[in-house]
């Protein structure tokens, strides 16, 4: 089974509001990356914080990280319809034979302008 | 620079048929990945290799295989297609050498197995 799970599966927003995504793991991680997806395309990196980290801001994202929870939010403010994509974490994870990095189902996020 | 390349971008294969995914990246990165999306499903790690000459499975590695016999390349195998393997396809690279690095990924080979 995957490792992140993402929720909720779809948001649709008016431009302007903000924009939470959630992302839940089971194992130890060494850190925690958000990715996006355009319709069609590859994906792109937006964050990443590590496992000894509870917060980071990027421009207009926020990623909170709390590993006793295992859980991890993505905040996007003021959003755009440019915004409008599919978004994933990945959680990284030290093996016996290098590092896993696993994705979640992802959340499709519609921003209406 | 490209970046990471996979080649080629689409393709349809008849049931029973073999075929190899190229994946290039110019970035001298150690990691490659291969993935699998489908729909609602996410991306599903296939194999992924830490250098050269070397690979391990991921969570959904039956039915395919892979080489990484020079650092830039990391082929992905499908020896005989099933319609099951009917996907997207993604590769990615990363360093080994910074810790805490994200990855860059291709485009996507859109496969369809008929």
């Known amino acids: 089974s995957q490792q992140g799970e993402e929720d909720p599966q779809a948001l649709s927003i008016q431009e302007g509001e903000n924009a939470t995504m959630n992302c839940s793991y089971k194992t130890s991680i060494n850190n925690l990356q958000w990715y996006r997806q355009n319709s069609g395309r590859g994906l792109v990196h937006l964050i990443l914080?590590?496992?000894?980290?509870r917060e980071k801001h990027s421009g207009r994202l926020r990623v909170t990280l709390d590993t006793s929870k295992k859980s991890s939010s993505l905040l996007i403010t003021a959003s755009r319809a440019a915004d409008t994509a599919s978004y994933f974490c990945a959680t990284d994870t030290v093996m016996e034979y290098g590092n896993k990095l696993v994705f979640g189902a992802g959340t499709i996020l519609r921003v209406k302008s | 620079n490209a970046g990471v390349t996979q080649t080629p971008k689409f393709r349809v294969l008849k049931t029973g048929q073999s075929m190899t995914l190229l994946c290039a990246q110019d970035m001298n990165h150690e990691y490659m990945y291969w993935y699998r999306q489908d729909p609602g499903m996410g991306l599903r790690l296939i194999h992924y290799?830490?250098?050269?000459?070397?690979?391990a499975k991921g969570e959904v590695p039956d039915g395919y295989n892979v080489s990484r016999l020079k650092k830039q390349n990391f082929l992905l195998g499908l020896e005989s297609a099933a319609p099951s393997q009917t996907s997207v396809y993604f590769c990615?690279?990363?360093?080994?050498?910074?810790?805490?690095?994200?990855?860059?990924f291709g485009q996507g080979t859109r496969l369809t197995v008929v």
């Open positions: 990615a690279s990363r360093s080994l050498r910074v810790l805490n690095t994200e990855a860059f």
């Open positions: 914080i590590r496992s000894n980290e």
């Open positions: 290799s830490v250098g050269e000459g070397t690979t």
